[in-house]
């Protein structure tokens, strides 16, 4: 039960981490430019990490380095910028709601490059824990099927297709990011290699993504220290314990697992900004805390 615990710790942090991001995006700051600086500090903290790995640099194979270009350039950067573009094209509760289907990804792709064992008895309660987790979000269906019969044509359009293919990068993504992290994991890569790995490569797949103009400079001095803050938060302590519980966990289990950050992000937007949860969003609470539950329990 401690590997889960750490994945659903850090789903909390992550949620903690909207508090501070959307409100820096809502002002008209650039997501992406955030994400960089978000990058830079982290690279900064962590390289401390990666001098004691220089002398492993030799010693590395090539599914080594590919695995830290894919937690790194693939997910830390060009999922979150291929998301981030995607709110472009596609209404916000259509992204939201695709997102939700990213476990299904990383679990197939457990499956393939982990030989994972998938049994019956994890599919149906891994089933549960999906159907829970769209439940939570059921005001972004319902937005959805109001979009679908008012206006059918932005769901089909030429633009909303670029959308589909941005969300399908980002969830294709961040679930190559699970099972990848848990790959280097088995080759014996401590929490703080993988994480040092990570951002730097993040950060260098990021430069091409950014304009070095005035855009770079935040609107207001406080607002660097929101994103430290918020460095600090989502990005140190929630991936720290996210890597320690993965690995403990199979990829497929912390797959589950994941699905508590947006329950999380919306329990502490109604603690805070007094966006109250109904029903059918705490019933489905209920049923991703009862499908982990059973998966975790049963060591399926």
């Not at 994945?7 to 430019?33: H, S």
């Not at 769209?134 to 359009?157: C, Q």
């Not at 803050?229 to 403990?248: D, E, T």
Request: charged share 15%.
């Amino acid at each position: 039960m401690a590997g889960t615990f750490l994945v659903i710790l850090a789903c909390l942090f992550w949620g903690m981490d909207t508090l501070i991001r959307y409100p820096l995006v809502d002002r008209g700051i650039n997501p992406i430019n955030i994400v960089f600086y978000e990058h830079i500090v982290l690279t900064i903290i962590f390289s401390l990490g990666l001098i004691p790995a220089i002398k492993r640099i030799g010693e590395l194979k090539l599914i080594d380095l590919f695995g830290f270009f894919v937690i790194g350039g693939v997910g830390s950067a060009i999922a979150t910028v291929a998301f981030t573009e995607s709110f472009q094209f596609l209404n916000p509760s259509l992204v939201i709601l695709l997102q939700k289907f990213q476990p299904v990804v990383a679990i197939f792709l457990a499956a393939i490059i982990l030989q994972e064992q998938i049994q019956k008895q994890f599919v149906i309660w891994a089933l549960v824990s999906l159907v829970g987790g769209l439940l939570v979000s059921s005001p972004d269906i319902v937005r959805f099927y109001e979009l679908l019969v008012s206006d059918y044509s932005k769901v089909t359009s030429d633009s909303a297709l670029r959308g589909y293919g941005l969300v399908g990068v980002s969830i294709l993504g961040w679930g190559a990011a699970t099972v990848f992290g848990k790959k280097l994991s088995m080759s014996g890569f401590d929490t703080k290699d993988i994480m040092a790995g990570r951002f730097l490569t993040g950060l260098l797949m990021l430069i091409p993504f950014i304009k070095f103009d005035r855009s770079l400079i935040l609107p207001q001095g406080e607002d660097y220290l929101r994103i430290l803050i918020m460095v600090m938060i989502s990005g140190g302590l929630a991936m720290w314990f996210y890597y320690q519980g993965l690995k403990r966990l199979s990829a497929k289990t912390t797959a589950i697992a994941e699905m508590f950050f947006p329950f999380f992000a919306i329990i502490l937007n109604w603690f805070f900004l007094g966006k109250q949860l109904n029903e059918l969003q705490l019933f489905g609470g209920g049923l991703l805390v009862l499908g982990s539950f059973v998966i975790q329990l049963k060591k399926y």
